[in-house]
C-alpha cells in the first residue's frame, strides 16, 4: 500500500509545515514537495513570473509546457475542459489517483504552462500532502520533477534541499507515494499512454 494517499491523512507537524508551503506558495514562492512517485516542484500557475523562475532553476524550456495537479476537478476547472463521452468517465474514474492526463486547455491558459499548445497536462492527486497543498492554497499548483533538465528525479527532501536549496524557497518534507517513477500520463484524444502505462 502506497506511504501516502488520501485515507493517510498528515499528522500535526506536517500539517504546520503545509501551511508554511502555503504561505511562501501565495507569496511567490516555489516550493518542493512530495508527490505519488518522486519530489515535485511547485508554484502558483497565476503566478507567471514564479513559473519562469521555476523553468529557470529546472533548466528547462517553457515550450515543453507543464502539469497541474489539483485536490479536485474544481481546481481545474479554469485551465481545461474534460471531454464528455466514456473518455470523460474514464478520465474521472482514474482520479484522484496517479494517472495525468492531456487535456483540451481553455483559451486563457498561459502559454508558458501549455508549452504553446492548445493541451494542458493535470492531475487531481490522491497524494495527501500534495491534496492538501492544493487545498490550503485553494488553487492547483505546477508540478514539475524535482531535478535539473535531463537528471534524474530527486527522492527526498535531503536530495532536494542539497541540490537546488539555494534556487527554491522552502522544501515539505514528507513520505513519497509509494511509485517507483514519475506517474503515467495519458491523452485524453485516444487514451494512448504518453508516458508509463
Known sequence: MPADTLDNAPDSRTLLRLAEATRVLHRGGIVAYPTEGVYGLGCLPTELDTVERLLSVKRRSWRKGLLLIAANLEQLA???????????????????????????????????????????????TGHAISRTLCLQADTPLISTSANRAGRPPLLSARAVRLALG??????????????????AIRDSLTGAYLRGG
Not at 474514474?93 to 497536462?121: F, H, K, M, Q
Not at 534556487?167 to 506517474?183: A, M, N, Q
Request: hydrophobic share 35%; aromatic share 6%; proline share 14%.
Open 78 to 124: 479554469p485551465f481545461v475542459t474534460i471531454p464528455h463521452g466514456a473518455r470523460r468517465e474514464e478520465i474521472l474514474s482514474s482520479w484522484p489517483g496517479p494517472v495525468t492526463w492531456v487535456l483540451p486547455a481553455r483559451p486563457e491558459t498561459p502559454d508558458l504552462l501549455t508549452g504553446g499548445r492548445n493541451t494542458l497536462a493535470v492531475r487531481v
Open 166 to 183: 539555494s534556487e527554491i524557497d522552502y522544501v515539505l518534507s514528507g513520505p513519497l507515494g509509494g511509485l517507483d517513477k514519475p506517474t
